[in-house]
């Protein structure tokens, strides 16, 4: 309960600067609301009126007063609908930004455990859910405050009784009814979103697992058990729609019970001449109209704790503590692009065994150094704490002589390129996304760097040749065109120092060797720190180091190492048989 | 908004609920109308007559029936309309996902799959909106308006007429602006999930952006996005708001002419009190189904565009199943021939296999050699039965493959994919797929076999591991294992493999290789192969080019045959 109050807060701080945008929708709400009240209730008026038959008169300023809430209520509504969505529209910008700031210093450690696109996904829904966080949340209270202080107001005039028979159902609509179908639907709720997300994973694994059920003569068996599922789902749904139904028939019963039990309080007062026989009318059909305002409020009550959900979410997202701080006064850019490990130790949490554990090398500024190994050696952690996505505790690294942690870490990674296992192409032209690197490239200097990572040709190839989409909704590029583009990139980039992270490691044995001739010009002038487990193109390094468990088992050049009949050389056996076989063949 | 004619067929079933549901709701709308009638009498007696209290009490206590009779009727109405559309909502996700199934793997491969099963479950329900409000509100739109037209027209004639020419305004208006704003609106939710898309390809590239210096400057794209965006749909929302304002201006100003128009004829004595308060009281309630039906139809929209996702995919046809199934000849003793096979993906744009003619003989291992899109995988789907060929045909010891049910003929199948997939499931049940009725001692020892034990033992919870989102998270080596293991339990008398590429680390290639050569034993094999060691232990090698078999036999006669696609490809592998 506190903690829904304070994230409720933090949800308010966010669309705070609003706050103008919003006063104004209600109050435009309000008003459209009031000239339906005061429709009916000049109205009535009007009639009531009339049938004493007083002069024509005596009825001028009502005429106009209906015809005025008449077209009033029009415009109003326009105004604030046209208000309304122009402060969503706000809100949500404002929140992908808030996300976004956010979420930025915390990229890519602290997201590793929602790295899978569902999560993602879930994020921008979540975002999406709190763009109504206005309209849904805020306004159908704030409106209903503002009707309900008026109508006691104006009730109140009359005599008080009317208005405290009003305010309790009012409340009983707005607050009770509400109340009552969250405690009744208390179970539901939770067990409705489990069936719904059992059901979502039966058939993710029923429809991409198709082709094994198939194989194995599976299918009907589980058929029948998403059948059940979907079953059980159409169950308790009913049960929930028992209680949706209920509270809209609560709510119509409230209104005909005010509507009677204002009556009834009237008929007295009339009777004993305490008020105008004229306002009976009046009263009741104002009480009628008032309800609605009080009528969204149910649903109020459901956005709002969808909207807490959401938002609870993300603000877990984005409170997680950056992974990697900027020194007070960092150290100028390093001059030289020499790397330095010493004794370096880290694990991604204090219980888990380090993931790397007592590394040192040194790689002088235009060698090459490769770390060699299985997945799980530790490698890719150490091109983590290079780019400085982590911060590391025990050991150093050192960047032209300086600790690494002493630069700004946008200046570290100036430094570095990175050809990775997977590259990431934005839904953008091939031209953006080759230009990421260098935003002011023009078209001769990426098409340079497309010609030397080998990619110019099939590029031009296409229709469309640069301005080509890729990505999610674009051309669907191949294993090895796309790590080509990355290669453009990074040529493009032009750094100093050149990381290649396992470049080829999605690829058939054919496109790798492609992929690492379009590579080597890349590496030529540059400190160049290969990770791999496919031992290609090793020959030329300057230093080889193989990692197992974290731990340096081996180091030394390719001709060292086989000479040495070691782990290398047990890994470089197995995966080149196939070139043994070759050998024998006459 | 004329009612999809394929979705009213899933209603015909529950027809009588939906019925059931217009009754009550067409009740609760005749006792709307009672309740205007005694509440301007009673209000009517008190004001003009001067009745106390207890001489209206019979009055009021007929007021608190018709609230509460009004109220169980609108909750009976409800549930109706709901058991109407989760009944239609169950039925079509089971017609849809056992025709997706039906379609096959091949079908619901690769990125659709992710679309299906959003349609399977978002979709559908987004039909709810559609059965459980809009339907009934067709009807309620038409029913109540006219019964209120029937009590009025009796008691006073002009205000009838009114009621009368302006109703049929707001449906006018609604269809236009249907028409009008229906394009524009489509138009501009494409452009807001363009927006969205943007929105998490920033976040999905969010370490690139890193990498290069650019995220940080991403925050001032996302919000210059995001203003272009509002900029551009206000413009055309301050149009379409404008329906709001017309159908609201209706209601509204009718009312208001009415009001002023019985007030006058009151004045001059022509017209009851108590009827003219009727009237009145009436005047809004007869716009309200109609407008409630635009505001439903447009809560129903975005069900009628997944109506259109799941019309699509039902309306693919499916293969008819032979009518009088034989039965599969056995494979220790049937060789399996290829008889000029031919095979075209999406309906015969890609062509995979051009006149495929081969034999496996029981017992042989049989290596498919060729690079990649030569038509191997195709061989292997061919022979689950995930398709059927175009033209040619496929023999299992002379009976035509394709009389044989697919179910009776996979029995004697095991196959190892490139990929497998793990369902969210435990260790066990995962490899239990293959025999259901296994027992812990039998997986186990398949996946020792598999070498995969080592492995799963070193989780926590063993065989009981649950994989999948909120469990384990297998590398692809052991999901391969798993595979394996499947396999071995299964003891079929053909194995389809399709052997692990070269993307796994030396110590786990090695294990799969050994567990591979084990599974190899004693059975009729056709494998995908892409090292040559493999290859070469083969008794027979196809070597696939464009479709078609160009070269077959042992690896010693094929290496050595000058000019040959095999030799070449043996040369290719290892320069």
Same mark, same amino acid.
């Given at each position: 309960?506190?903690?829904? $109050?304070?994230?409720?807060?933090?949800?308010?701080?966010?669309?705070?600067?609003?706050?103008?945008?919003?006063?104004?929708?209600?109050?435009?709400?309000?008003?459209?609301?009031?000239?339906?009240?005061?429709?009916?209730?000049?109205?009535?008026?009007?009639?009531?009126? =009339?049938?004493?038959?007083?002069?024509?008169?005596?009825?001028?300023?009502?005429?106009?007063?209906?015809?005025?809430?008449?077209?009033?209520?029009?415009?109003?509504?326009?105004?604030?609908?046209?208000?309304?969505?122009?402060?969503?529209?706000?809100?949500?910008?404002?929140?992908?930004?808030?996300?976004?700031?956010?979420?930025?210093?915390?990229?890519?450690?602290?997201?590793?455990?929602?790295?899978?696109?569902?999560?993602?996904?879930?994020?921008?829904?979540?975002?999406?859910?709190?763009?109504?966080?206005?309209?849904?949340?805020?306004?159908?209270?704030?409106?209903?405050?503002?009707?309900?202080?008026?109508?006691?107001?104006?009730?109140?005039?009359?005599?008080?009784?009317?208005?405290?028979?009003?305010?309790?159902?009012?409340?009983?609509?707005?607050?009770?009814?509400?109340?009552?179908?969250?405690?009744?639907?208390?179970?539901?709720?939770?067990?409705?979103? /489990?069936?719904?997300?059992?059901?979502?994973?039966?058939?993710?694994?029923?429809? !991409?697992?198709?082709?094994?059920?198939?194989?194995?003569?599976?299918?009907?068996?589980?058929?029948?058990?998403?059948?059940?599922?979907?079953?059980?789902?159409?169950?308790?749904?009913?049960?929930?729609?028992?209680?949706?139904?209920?509270?809209?028939?609560?709510?119509?019963?409230?209104?005909?019970?005010?509507?009677?039990?204002?009556?009834?309080?009237?008929?007295?007062?009339?009777?004993?001449?305490?008020?105008?026989?004229?306002?009976?009318?009046?009263?009741? $059909?104002?009480?009628?109209?008032?309800?609605?305002?009080?009528?969204?409020?149910?649903?109020?009550?459901?956005?709002?704790?969808?909207?807490?959900?959401?938002?609870?979410?993300?603000?877990?997202?984005?409170?997680?503590?950056?992974?990697?701080?900027?020194?007070?006064?960092?150290?100028? *850019?390093?001059?030289?692009?020499?790397?330095?490990?010493?004794?370096?130790?880290?694990?991604?949490?204090?219980?888990?065994?380090?993931?790397?554990?007592?590394?040192?090398? +040194?790689? *002088?500024?235009?060698?090459?150094?490769?770390?060699?190994?299985?997945?799980?050696?530790?490698?890719?952690?150490?091109?983590?704490?290079?780019?400085?996505?982590?911060?590391?505790?025990?050991?150093?690294?050192?960047?032209? &002589?300086?600790?690494?942690?002493?630069?700004?870490?946008?200046?570290?990674?100036?430094?570095?390129?990175?050809?990775?296992?997977?590259?990431? $192409?934005?839904?953008?032209?091939?031209?953006?996304?080759?230009?990421?690197?260098?935003?002011?490239?023009? !078209?001769?200097?990426?098409?340079?760097?497309?010609?030397?990572?080998?990619?110019?040709?099939?590029?031009?190839?296409?229709?469309?040749?640069?301005?080509?989409?890729?990505?999610?909704? &674009?051309?669907?590029?191949?294993?090895?065109?796309?790590?080509?583009?990355?290669?453009?990139?990074?040529?493009?980039?032009? =750094?100093?120092?050149?990381?290649?992270?396992?470049?080829?490691?999605?690829?058939?044995?054919?496109?790798?060797?492609?992929?690492?001739?379009?590579?080597?010009?890349?590496? @030529?002038?540059?400190? +160049?720190?290969?990770?791999?487990?496919?031992?290609?193109?090793?020959?030329?390094?300057?230093?080889?180091?193989?990692?197992?468990?974290?731990?340096?088992?081996?180091?030394?050049?390719?001709?060292?190492?086989?000479?040495?009949?070691?782990?290398?050389?047990?890994?470089?056996?197995?995966?080149?048989?196939?070139?043994?076989?070759?050998?024998?063949?006459? | 908004?004329?009612?999809?004619?394929?979705?009213?067929?899933?209603?015909?079933?529950?027809?009588?609920?939906?019925?059931?549901?217009?009754?009550?709701?067409?009740?609760?709308?005749?006792?709307?109308?009672?309740?205007?009638?005694?509440?301007?009498?009673?209000?009517?007696?008190?004001?003009?007559? /001067?009745?106390?209290?207890?001489?209206?009490?019979?009055?009021?206590?007929?007021?608190?029936?018709?609230?509460?009779?009004?109220?169980?009727?609108?909750?009976?109405?409800?549930?109706?309309?709901?058991?109407?559309?989760?009944?239609?909502?169950?039925?079509?996700?089971?017609?849809?996902?056992?025709?997706?199934?039906?379609?096959?793997?091949?079908?619901?491969?690769?990125?659709?799959?992710?679309?299906?099963?959003?349609?399977?479950?978002?979709?559908?329900?987004?039909?709810?909106?559609?059965?459980?409000?809009?339907?009934?509100?067709?009807?309620?739109?038409?029913?109540?308006?006219?019964?209120?037209?029937?009590?009025?027209?009796?008691?006073?004639?002009?205000?009838?007429?009114?009621?009368?020419?302006?109703?049929?305004?707001?449906?006018?208006?609604?269809?236009?602006?249907?028409?009008?704003?229906?394009?524009?609106?489509?138009?501009?939710?494409?452009?807001?999930?363009?927006?969205?898309?943007?929105?998490?390809?920033?976040?999905?590239?969010?370490?690139?952006?890193?990498?290069?210096?650019?995220?940080?400057?991403?925050?001032?794209?996302?919000?210059?996005?995001?203003?272009?965006?509002?900029?551009?749909?206000?413009? %055309?929302?301050?149009?379409?708001?404008?329906?709001?304002?017309?159908?609201?201006?209706?209601?509204?100003?009718?009312?208001?002419?009415?009001?002023?128009?019985?007030?006058?004829?009151?004045?001059?004595?022509?017209?009851?009190?108590?009827?003219?308060?009727?009237?009145?009281?009436?005047?809004?309630?007869?716009?309200?189904?109609?407008?409630?039906?635009?505001?439903?139809?447009?809560?129903?929209?975005?069900?009628?565009?997944?109506?259109?996702?799941?019309?699509?995919?039902?309306?693919?046809?499916?293969?008819?199943?032979?009518?009088?199934?034989?039965?599969?000849?056995?494979?220790?003793?049937?060789?399996?021939?290829?008889?000029?096979?031919?095979?075209?993906?999406? /309906?015969?744009?890609?062509?995979?296999?051009?006149?495929?003619?081969?034999?496996?003989?029981?017992?042989?291992?049989?290596?498919?050699?060729?690079?990649?899109?030569?038509?191997?995988?195709?061989?292997?789907?061919?022979?689950?039965?995930?398709?059927?060929?175009?033209?040619?045909?496929?023999?299992?010891?002379?009976?035509?493959?394709?009389?044989? @049910?697919?179910?009776?003929?996979?029995?004697?199948?095991?196959?190892?994919?490139?990929?497998?997939?793990?369902?969210?499931?435990?260790?066990?049940?995962?490899?239990?797929?293959?025999?259901?009725?296994?027992?812990?001692?039998?997986?186990?020892?398949?996946?020792?076999?598999?070498?995969?034990?080592?492995?799963?033992?070193?989780?926590?919870?063993?065989?009981?591991?649950?994989?999948?989102?909120?469990?384990?998270?297998?590398?692809?080596?052991?999901?391969?294992?798993?595979?394996?293991?499947?396999?071995?339990?299964?003891?079929?008398?053909?194995?389809?493999?399709?052997?692990?590429?070269?993307?796994?680390?030396?110590?786990?290639?090695?294990?799969?290789?050994?567990?591979?050569?084990?599974?190899?034993?004693?059975?009729?094999?056709?494998?995908?192969?892409?090292?040559?060691?493999?290859?070469?232990?083969?008794? !027979?090698?196809? %070597?696939?080019?464009?479709?078609?078999?160009?070269?077959?036999?042992?690896?010693?006669?094929?290496?050595?045959?000058?000019?040959?696609?095999?030799?070449?490809?043996?040369?290719?592998?290892?320069?």
């Amino acid at each position: 309960m506190i903690h829904s $109050l304070r994230t409720f807060r933090r949800l308010l701080s966010i669309a705070a600067p609003f706050r103008w945008w919003m006063a104004l929708s209600a109050l435009l709400g309000f008003l459209t609301i009031g000239s339906s009240i005061g429709l009916m209730a000049t109205a009535a008026w009007i009639i009531a009126t =009339a049938a004493l038959h007083p002069p024509l008169g005596e009825l001028q300023m009502a005429i106009v007063g209906v015809r005025f809430f008449g077209i009033g209520r029009g415009v109003f509504r326009y105004l604030e609908r046209y208000v309304s969505h122009q402060t969503t529209f706000r809100l949500l910008a404002r929140l992908r930004v808030w996300f976004y700031t956010a979420l930025e210093p915390l990229a890519p450690a602290r997201l590793m455990q929602y790295r899978s696109g569902d999560l993602l996904s879930r994020v921008v829904a979540d975002i999406e859910t709190l763009e109504n966080f206005y309209l849904r949340v805020i306004a159908p209270p704030a409106i209903a405050l503002a009707v309900g202080g008026v109508m006691w107001f104006f009730m109140a005039a009359f005599d008080r009784r009317l208005a405290l028979v009003l305010a309790a159902f009012w409340l009983l609509a707005g607050l009770a009814v509400p109340v009552l179908t969250t405690w009744l639907s208390r179970r539901l709720g939770p067990g409705l979103i /489990g069936l719904r997300a059992a059901l979502n994973v039966a058939l993710v694994d029923g429809i !991409q697992g198709l082709a094994d059920l198939a194989a194995y003569g599976d299918q009907a068996r589980y058929q029948e058990r998403v059948w059940e599922l979907n079953r059980d789902l159409a169950r308790q749904q009913t049960r929930m729609a028992r209680i949706d139904a209920l509270q809209n028939a609560l709510g119509a019963l409230l209104v005909s019970l005010a509507a009677l039990a204002v009556l009834a309080a009237a008929i007295p007062l009339v009777h004993a001449g305490q008020i105008d026989g004229v306002l009976l009318a009046v009263l009741v $059909l104002a009480t009628i109209s008032s309800f609605e305002a009080v009528l969204p409020l149910p649903q109020a009550f459901q956005h709002l704790s969808s909207n807490l959900e959401a938002a609870r979410r993300l603000f877990e997202i984005v409170d997680a503590a950056p992974a990697v701080h900027d020194p007070a006064a960092p150290a100028p *850019p390093p001059v030289r692009a020499a790397i330095a490990v010493r004794d370096l130790t880290f694990g991604y949490a204090p219980d888990d065994p380090p993931a790397l554990d007592g590394i040192s090398f +040194t790689l *002088p500024q235009g060698h090459t150094l490769a770390l060699v190994g299985a997945s799980g050696a530790g490698k890719s952690t150490l091109v983590n704490l290079l780019l400085r996505f982590w911060d590391y505790e025990h050991g150093q690294i050192t960047l032209g &002589g300086r600790d690494a942690r002493e630069y700004d870490q946008h200046e570290v990674r100036r430094l570095i390129s990175v050809v990775g296992q997977s590259t990431y $192409l934005f839904n953008t032209t091939i031209r953006d996304n080759i230009a990421l690197a260098r935003p002011d490239a023009d !078209q001769d200097a990426i098409e340079r760097a497309a010609r030397q990572a080998q990619v110019h040709d099939f590029i031009a190839s296409l229709p469309q040749g640069y301005d080509t989409y890729t990505g999610e909704h &674009g051309l669907n590029l191949s294993g090895g065109e796309r790590q080509r583009l990355a290669i453009a990139r990074a040529i493009l980039k032009d =750094a100093p120092i050149l990381i290649l992270d396992e470049p080829t490691a999605n690829l058939d044995a054919v496109t790798e060797r492609e992929v690492w001739q379009a590579i080597q010009p890349a590496i @030529a002038g540059r400190t +160049t720190l290969i990770i791999t487990h496919r031992l290609i193109g090793l020959e030329h390094a300057d230093e080889i180091l193989v990692l197992r468990q974290g731990r340096v088992v081996e180091r030394g050049s390719h001709a060292d190492l086989l000479a040495a009949q070691g782990a290398y050389f047990r890994l470089w056996t197995l995966q080149h048989q196939a070139l043994e076989l070759l050998a024998e063949a006459p | 908004m004329k009612p999809d004619k394929r979705l009213l067929g899933y209603v015909r079933p529950v027809r009588p609920a939906l019925a059931l549901a217009v009754i009550l709701g067409g009740l609760a709308g005749l006792l709307l109308v009672l309740q205007a009638l005694f509440l301007s009498r009673t209000i009517s007696r008190v004001f003009l007559d /001067g009745r106390a209290l207890d001489e209206v009490l019979p009055l009021l206590v007929a007021l608190l029936l018709i609230a509460l009779g009004r109220a169980a009727l609108l909750w009976g109405s409800d549930l109706a309309a709901h058991h109407v559309a989760v009944t239609v909502k169950t039925h079509l996700r089971e017609r849809f996902f056992a025709h997706v199934a039906a379609l096959g793997p091949i079908y619901t491969r690769g990125e659709r799959s992710g679309e299906l099963v959003n349609t399977a479950i978002e979709g559908i329900e987004e039909l709810d909106a559609y059965f459980r409000h809009y339907l009934p509100q067709l009807f309620f739109a038409a029913l109540i308006p006219l019964t209120v037209l029937i009590f009025v027209f009796p008691l006073d004639l002009i205000s009838g007429i009114v009621l009368l020419l302006t109703a049929p305004l707001i449906p006018f208006f609604m269809a236009l602006i249907g028409i009008m704003a229906g394009k524009e609106s489509r138009k501009q939710w494409a452009a807001l999930s363009r927006m969205s898309a943007h929105f998490l390809d920033v976040l999905q590239g969010l370490t690139t952006l890193k990498l290069f210096g650019r995220s940080r400057e991403q925050a001032e794209t996302i919000a210059r996005i995001s203003h272009q965006f509002r900029d551009r749909t206000m413009s %055309v929302l301050r149009v379409a708001f404008l329906s709001a304002l017309v159908l609201e201006l209706i209601a509204t100003i009718s009312t208001a002419i009415i009001a002023v128009q019985i007030g006058l004829r009151l004045l001059y004595g022509r017209i009851e009190f108590e009827q003219a308060l009727f009237v009145l009281i009436l005047a809004p309630e007869f716009y309200l189904p109609l407008r409630l039906l635009g505001t439903r139809f447009h809560a129903a929209t975005s069900g009628l565009a997944a109506a259109e996702r799941i019309f699509a995919v039902l309306a693919i046809p499916l293969p008819t199943p032979r009518a009088d199934p034989v039965s599969a000849p056995a494979l220790p003793a049937s060789p399996i021939r290829f008889e000029d096979v031919r095979y075209a993906y999406d /309906g015969g744009e890609r062509p995979a296999l051009s006149g495929a003619s081969f034999s496996i003989l029981p017992g042989q291992t049989v290596a498919l050699v060729g690079a990649s899109g030569a038509g191997k995988s195709t061989i292997l789907q061919l022979l689950l039965r995930f398709i059927e060929p175009d033209a040619g045909q496929i023999t299992v010891g002379g009976v035509p493959l394709s009389a044989i @049910a697919p179910d009776d003929w996979r029995a004697q199948i095991a196959w190892v994919p490139q990929l497998p997939y793990l369902f969210h499931a435990t260790i066990a049940d995962n490899i239990r797929l293959a025999r259901p009725d296994a027992s812990l001692e039998d997986v186990m020892r398949a996946a020792e076999q598999a070498h995969a034990d080592e492995f799963i033992r070193a989780f926590p919870a063993g065989y009981d591991t649950p994989i999948g989102e909120r469990g384990a998270r297998l590398s692809g080596g052991q999901a391969q294992r798993i595979a394996l293991a499947r396999a071995f339990l299964k003891d079929a008398p053909l194995l389809l493999l399709d052997e692990p590429t070269s993307n796994l680390d030396p110590e786990t290639e090695a294990l799969l290789q050994d567990a591979m050569h084990s599974l190899m034993q004693n059975r009729t094999v056709l494998l995908i192969a892409h090292r040559l060691n493999t290859v070469a232990g083969a008794d !027979q090698i196809l %070597v696939l080019d464009g479709g078609r078999v160009v070269e077959h036999g042992t690896h010693q006669a094929l290496v050595v045959r000058d000019g040959g696609v095999y030799r070449q490809l043996v040369m290719a592998y290892g320069s």
